[in-house]
């Protein structure tokens, strides 16, 4: 796990932790570091995860880590700017908080940054097995996992790519608008994904759908985050062209999920507990267990 644009007293303390059961680090000016570990918010030492924020590490310039993050090349990374994160090699997303600069409505840039979200990608094999299992074991479906941010669904979605490409004879399109369930750096390097996957990167997703069927003769597209009109004009074209569809949304609103077109919502309820499965009217169908084996990374 490539963290080495942290300051070197954060780097050296988060070599101390698993980083298996890291999710998050928060980077506020001038304020504790903060982290999320094993599914709870904590304060970080020299030494361990802390209660307390007492003796604990503070984050003094979240604009130099930034600027080291980037490798200082910020038109490197402009158009990611524009939407508030970046997303770095081996799928590290940092968010950023700050003024956002617009022109003409638009979003253009970030500046006077006063803290940043570091959220830490997780490769586990099997989470999504057991799903798997039940609901596609006989013929895939459109499902739709749901949740709050930081309850896996990315993780999910990573899994689900390499489960289906192993077991089934389909091209298999993953959408990577934000480039984080694929992890891929500039060279095409990231997560193994199997060997029936085509990788999409950076786009929205309304644009890059269409070009896609057109190019690339998807049966099944995997994508991330849905939200807003041309999301779900995305996903509706993918239906009617008889894409398998497998996403996730941050939206939790019964009411709206169940406009789309899901065979199945699968709705998350956090680290070590039980996923959920509805049918598309949200009937209960099944419940399964989260289990799988996180690969061992290091902290370099």
Do not use: W
């Not at 942290?6 to 504790?32: C, D, M």
């Not at 503070?58 to 038109?75: G, N, R, W």
């Amino acid at each position: 796990m490539n963290l080495h644009f942290l300051p070197p007293e954060l780097f050296s303390a988060l070599k101390n932790l698993n980083v298996n059961y890291l999710t998050e680090i928060r980077l506020r000016k001038g304020q504790p570091v903060i982290i999320q570990y094993r599914g709870e918010y904590k304060y970080i030492n020299r030494l361990t995860e802390s209660d307390s924020p007492l003796n604990c590490i503070l984050c003094e310039s979240v604009e130099k880590i930034l600027s080291t993050a980037m490798e200082k090349s910020v038109y490197a990374y402009s158009e990611q700017l524009k939407r508030g994160f970046i997303t770095l090699d081996g799928g590290v997303r940092v968010g950023i908080a700050g003024e956002y600069v617009s022109t003409n409505g638009q979003i253009v840039s970030v500046k006077n940054v006063t803290s940043l979200n570091v959220r830490i990608p997780h490769d586990v094999y099997g989470v999504s097995q057991e799903l798997y299992d039940k609901l596609c074991s006989e013929q895939l479906k459109n499902i739709l996992l749901f949740s709050p941010a930081g309850f896996g669904k990315t993780t999910m979605l990573r899994d689900f790519a390499r489960i289906i490409s192993l077991s089934n004879n389909l091209n298999v399109l993953i959408f990577d608008e934000r480039m984080e369930i694929s992890g891929m750096d500039g060279d095409g390097n990231g997560f193994e994904l199997g060997a029936k996957c085509d990788v999409v990167r950076g786009s929205d997703k309304l644009t890059s759908f269409i070009n896609a069927v057109r190019v690339m003769s998807p049966q099944v597209i995997i994508t991330d985050e849905l939200h807003g009109a041309d999301d779900m004009k995305a996903v509706e074209f993918a239906a009617e062209c008889g894409i398998t569809l497998i996403a996730s949304s941050h939206t939790t609103d019964r009411s709206k999920l169940a406009k789309l077109p899901f065979d199945y919502f699968v709705e998350l309820k956090g680290i070590g507990k039980k996923t959920v499965v509805y049918d598309k009217y949200f009937n209960f169908v099944c419940d399964c267990n989260a289990v799988g084996c996180a690969r061992t990374v290091d902290i370099v």
